[in-house]
């Protein structure tokens, strides 16, 4: 497992804009997979976008295809979640993490072992 450290939340309004850098440190990077999950309060955490190592594609949910985007950057170590056209229910903590096994599901929390510390969006107007 390596150390996770998430940098660029803020705070936008509607319609605005972030990216959020998941940096894993460390020289172990054989994760399975690694995802960006969020947790608004009194929610259950869920997952919204992954990057699976295995055959290079990605998994976003539902509520924000067509706006949030994820990319790996694998010479920094570094994945990317660019949000557009953010909405009022996007805001959240946000975490990275990584998943250490093979039989994962990319929107299932309980599947990812390794957690950053979070960074906080909020959108508002």
């Known amino acids: 497992q390596v150390p996770l450290v998430e940098s660029g939340g803020g705070s936008v309004p509607p319609g605005g804009s972030l990216r959020l850098s998941c940096a894993a440190s460390g020289s172990k990077q054989d994760f399975f997979a690694i995802g960006w999950f969020r947790q608004a309060p009194e929610k259950q955490r869920e997952g919204v976008a992954c990057?699976?190592?295995?055959?290079?594609?990605?998994w976003s949910a539902d509520s924000v295809k067509g706006r949030f985007t994820i990319s790996r950057d694998s010479a920094k170590n570094t994945v990317y979640l660019q949000m557009d056209n953010l909405k009022l229910e996007d805001t959240a903590q946000y975490y990275c993490?990584?998943?250490?096994?093979?039989?994962?599901?990319?929107?299932?929390?309980?599947?990812?072992?390794?957690w950053g510390h979070g960074v906080q969006v909020t959108v508002s107007p």
């Open positions: 993490a990584t998943a250490w096994r093979s039989n994962y599901e990319c929107s299932e929390p309980a599947d990812f072992d390794s």
């Open positions: 990057f699976r190592r295995s055959d290079y594609k990605t």
